[in-house]
């Protein structure tokens, strides 16, 4: 995740820890200690002065990370699927002003193929509720609002 023009992110699966790099200089700034399987999703219009969060989801939980002094908050208790972990969560920016910061989260949960995960989301995006699916896939609809 590219979080300025010197600056990178990412989790190494390795250490098991959410990495920040200076790309220019060469050199680690943070390593902050993960759980297991963790993944970063940067918040849908990120910018690392104005809006310099991301969500962090691991094997049990989901978190808010602040990028720019690193502290993080659990934000809900989760569980990763099986399959691409980048596409068990989807955030949406849903406040229109510039100061309020709303978001609304789609957690996958749990689901049988990644067919019945498309529809499942495909269906909760852009039907009403009273059409609810009947796909297995179990995927929370969240809404936060950020400080």
């Known amino acids: ?3 300025n ?3 990178i992110a990412y989790t190494d699966q390795n250490d098991q820890c ?3 790099l200076d790309i220019e200089k060469r050199e680690q700034l943070y390593s902050i200690k993960l759980s297991q399987e963790s ?5 849908q219009e990120f910018d690392y002065e ?3 969060f991301a969500f962090v989801k691991d094997e049990e939980k989901i ?3 602040n ?3 690193c502290k993080i908050v659990k934000v809900i208790d989760s569980k990763y699927g099986e399959w691409d ?3 068990s969560l989807i955030n949406i920016r849903i406040s229109k002003e510039q100061t309020e910061q709303t978001y609304r989260l789609f957690d996958v949960q749990r689901y049988d193929t990644f067919g019945q995960i498309v529809d499942k989301l495909v269906k909760k995006l852009f039907i009403t509720q009273k059409d609810k699916c009947n796909a297995s896939a179990k995927i929370r609809e969240i809404t936060i609002k950020l400080p």
């Open 50 to 52: 104005m809006n310099p």
């Open 67 to 69: 990028m720019r002094n």
């Open 39 to 43: 993944h970063i999703f940067a918040v």
């Open 18 to 20: 959410l990495k920040i």
């Open 1 to 3: 995740m590219l979080l």
């Open 63 to 65: 978190s808010l990370i």
């Open 85 to 87: 972990k980048q596409g």
């Open 5 to 7: 023009s010197t600056t």
